[in-house]
């Protein structure tokens, strides 16, 4: 049978669809009232003069938007390569339990693999056991040795202030 979707690379007019996914994603995880992105800053850092992120879209065989990934390159000191960090990944519930998601995730690591990229992560939110139960399913190993750090808002910018 073959599959009824594909998965392509974003383009500016998609950056509406892109940001709705954000939102919804958002909301999933109870964090919506972070969400300040607006569509001008996400256009540029998407396709603007210097990318800093990708994004790849699912979309069914009718074009209905289902699903999509944001990553972007990191690098790895003691392999000496490039890495993908996947930031955010997100179905629509409507859609779940299809397979896209794991089409999403063996898209991205054939395209790391082909990138020569070392290694393809990301961070789960600890209470989200679907997220955690299909990723190990997939063969997905949980770093618990690390403990991800954070500066944001006023405590980052006294720290620059500082500089």
């Known amino acids: 049978m073959a599959q009824d979707f594909q998965i392509r690379s974003a383009r500016p007019e998609d950056v509406p669809q892109i940001l709705a996914f954000i939102r919804e994603l958002a909301v999933y995880e109870k964090l919506e009232h972070q969400v300040v992105g607006t569509p001008e800053l996400l256009h540029q850092h998407l396709f603007g003069p210097r990318p800093y992120a990708e994004v790849i879209l699912l979309e069914e065989g009718n074009g209905e938007p289902a699903g999509f ?3 972007f390159h990191n690098y790895s000191t003691f392999l000496t390569r490039l890495g993908i960090y996947l930031e955010d990944l997100f179905v629509r519930p409507q859609h779940r339990g299809k397979g896209y998601g794991k089409a999403l995730l063996l898209h991205l690591a054939k395209l790391a693999v082909g990138r020569g990229c070392g290694r393809l992560e990301w961070a789960v939110l600890d209470w989200n056991a679907p997220a955690i139960g ?3 399913s997939l063969g ?3 770093m ?3 403990r991800t750090f954070r500066l944001t808002g006023d405590t980052l910018e006294s720290l620059a202030a500082q500089a």
Do not use: I, V
């Open 144 to 146: 618990n040795e690390w």
């Open 134 to 136: 299909f990723y190990e």
């Open 140 to 142: 997905a190993q949980m």
């Open 69 to 71: 990934a944001l990553f």
